[in-house]
């Protein structure tokens, strides 16, 4: 018998204006023994008084709800001046709906299809509690190329942009291609760990919380433009 003690569960906070959804994702997650659901809600302003009270890992969040909508809920959560550790994984029905760019914009940490397989929800509830991101950059590109209008250049960002070495742009212009770590190495003719720590640095130096972050802010800042290659 193991001495060792279990793991903290991942507690989840379900915010969403279906009922009947919200109890379908509960039988989901309820099921796994590393994941506890530790409250709901039914529209922005309560998922957003949900959040501060009841300080979840992830929050589970419909991106389209009466009072206030998930962009605005996500915005208020994991805003910079809260300095929240609370991840917010937007929930959709469609995979090219507008309001997902400014979801990402707002600090979520990536999205979902409401269709999602449950084995799918349960993995990236998982994977985002870690800190990571669960929308694949190419796919955030996607998003991104098709809603540019939504994103345009701002002088802010690209203020923020000359706090890189021109090493760290051009990692940061392939990971807005959607590259992965070992795909930047061989392109740079760096070792892989070498490629790692620029990633660090980027997302250190422009206070961002992952590589969609980073991919959004490279649009943000005129780095990268729809269909360039």
Do not use: C
Not at 4 to 13: H, I, N
Not at 103 to 111: C, E, K, Q, Y
Not at 125 to 151: E, S, Y
Not at 153 to 172: C, D, N
């Amino acid at each position: 018998m193991s001495n060792q003690a279990p793991e903290t569960p991942t507690r989840v906070l379900l915010v969403d204006d279906q009922p009947l959804l919200r109890t379908g994702f509960r039988m989901i997650l309820e099921a796994e023994p590393d994941i506890v659901v530790v409250g709901e809600a039914g529209d922005g302003e309560k998922a957003v008084e949900e959040a501060r009270a009841l300080q979840p890992d992830v929050v589970l969040m419909d991106i389209r709800m009466p009072r206030k909508d998930g962009v605005e809920a996500t915005r208020a959560i994991t805003g910079a001046a809260r300095a929240s550790r609370i991840k917010v994984l937007i929930l959709t029905t469609f995979d090219l709906d507008e309001y997902v760019v400014e979801g990402l914009r707002a600090g979520a940490s990536g999205f979902l299809l409401k269709d999602v397989p449950p084995e799918e929800l349960v993995r990236a509830i998982r994977i985002v509690a870690r800190g990571d991101a669960v929308v694949a950059p190419t796919v955030t590109r996607r998003l991104l190329d098709q809603f540019a209008q939504n994103l345009s250049v701002g002088g802010k960002a690209r203020e923020e942009l000359s706090r890189l070495t021109e090493r760290e742009r051009q990692v940061l212009q392939f990971m807005a291609r959607g590259l992965s770590n070992a795909e930047i190495a061989q392109e740079l003719f760096l070792s892989e760990t070498t490629v790692k720590t620029h990633v660090g640095n980027v997302l250190g130096k422009l206070g961002l919380r992952d590589r969609v972050q980073a991919v959004v802010f490279a649009y943000e800042s005129g780095l990268v433009r729809p269909g360039m290659a």
